[in-house]
Nanobody, 111 residues
Framework: QVQLVQSGGGLVQAGGSLRLSCAAS????????VYWYRQAPGRQREFVAH???????NYADSVKGRFTISRDDAKNTVSLQMNTLKPEDTAIYYC?????WGQGTQVTVSS
């Protein structure tokens, strides 16, 4: 059974940093991309970033230059480093791999 277990997140002031992690069990992050999405209250889930099995990355314009996605194949983990956080980054963040989703992690940025 595939599980994506997320950790990190929490409450931070604007301008601060947080790091999210997504650890996989029952599967191995390989050639397929791993995604981060987020969903703010009253809004649709939106793409944040992804990283391919070859290490190529892509970011939403709203987070470009502030967020960094990375992968650690030895730990079967993908992380999202979030810097210079803004109140509009407040959302539940989800990792996504193939057909599976993490449980979601709340990120709250206070102004």
């Amino acid at each position: 059974q595939v599980q994506l277990v997320q950790s990190g997140g929490g409450l931070v002031q604007a301008g601060g940093s947080l790091r999210l992690s997504c650890a996989a069990s029952g599967t191995t992050f390989s050639i397929y991309p791993v995604y981060w999405y987020r969903q703010a209250p009253g809004r649709q889930r939106e793409f944040v970033a992804h990283i391919t099995g070859y290490g190529s990355t892509n970011y939403a314009d709203s987070v470009k230059g502030r967020f960094t996605i990375s992968r650690d194949d030895a730990k079967n983990t993908v992380s999202l480093q979030m810097n210079t956080l803004k109140p509009e980054d407040t959302a539940i963040y989800y990792c996504h791999y193939r057909s599976d989703w993490g449980q979601g992690t709340q990120v709250t940025v206070s102004s």
